[in-house]
T-cell receptor, first 115, second 116 residues
Framework: EAQVTQNPRYLITVTGKKLTVTCSQN?????MSWYRQDPGLGLRQIYY???????DKGDVPEGYKVSRKEKRNFPLILESPSPNQTSLYFC??????????????FGPGTRLTVL | AQKVTQAQTEISVVEKEDVTLDCVYE???????LFWYKQPPSGELVFLIR??????QNEISGRYSWNFQKSTSSFNFTITASQVVDSAVYFC?????????????FGKGTTLSVSS
């Protein structure tokens, strides 16, 4: 089944404790992105990647890191989480091109709480 | 600036009613993509439809239909004979053609509640 998977789905942590949210896709997509969803602010892009070793900032990159060492994986790293990073996080993947390309398919989401 | 506006924050209907969700967008690009996504209470984001700016044909898929009007910068979504399972938050989104697959500008969403 074609899908984007994220782990963990739920995480409660404390301020300053480094964490990684993993994202993996099995659709051989070149593009991957991370978003956060907050009440009243909607969905905002954190980082995106157009290929292995190619990443770029989205709208709200502060406090986050990403890496793309393999095509299928795009982990999101919070090196020193703070309470304002409490949010629902989504990973997405997409292929470029006209024929069906450009559509971002989303993972199930990771609900993060930073105390 | 690129922007997507979903003016209806919440809509409540009774089962079997038809409901239209409005979406108005702003962009200076001549080519772009428009999308609708559904977020049910379980929280995942489900892709519903993608439309190219150069294709203004309306689309129907079962009880769902979409009306794209470039002249009014609107991409409205109609659910015919709504069902309780249609209860969700619906997002309209815009992607510039040259950023397709990376940039996705979302509206704030419309929460649809369908009661039996």
């Amino acid at each position: 089944e074609a899908q984007v998977t994220q782990n963990p789905r739920y995480l409660i942590t404390v301020t300053g404790k480094k964490l990684t949210v993993t994202c993996s896709q099995n659709m051989n997509h070149e593009y991957m992105s991370w978003y956060r969803q907050d009440p009243g602010l909607g969905l905002r892009q954190i980082y995106y990647s157009m290929n292995v070793e190619v990443t770029d900032k989205g709208d709200v990159p502060e406090g986050y890191k990403v890496s793309r060492k393999e095509k299928r994986n795009f982990p999101l790293i919070l090196e020193s989480p703070s309470p304002n990073q409490t949010s629902l996080y989504f990973c997405a993947s997409s292929s470029p091109g006209l024929a069906g390309g450009g559509t971002q398919y989303f993972g199930p989401g990771t609900r993060l709480t930073v105390l | 600036a690129q922007k997507v506006t979903q003016a209806q924050t919440e809509i409540s209907v009774v089962e079997k009613e038809d409901v239209t969700l409005d979406c108005v967008y702003e962009t200076r690009d001549t080519t772009y993509y428009l999308f609708w996504y559904k977020q049910p209470p379980s929280g995942e984001l489900v892709f519903l439809i993608r439309r190219n700016s150069f294709d203004e044909q309306n689309e129907i898929s079962g009880r769902y239909s979409w009306n794209f009007q470039k002249s009014t910068s609107s991409f409205n979504f109609t659910i015919t004979a709504s069902q309780v399972v249609d209860s969700a938050v619906y997002f309209c989104a815009l992607s510039p053609f040259n950023q397709a697959g990376t940039a996705l500008i979302f509206g704030k969403g419309t929460t649809l509640s369908v009661s039996s």
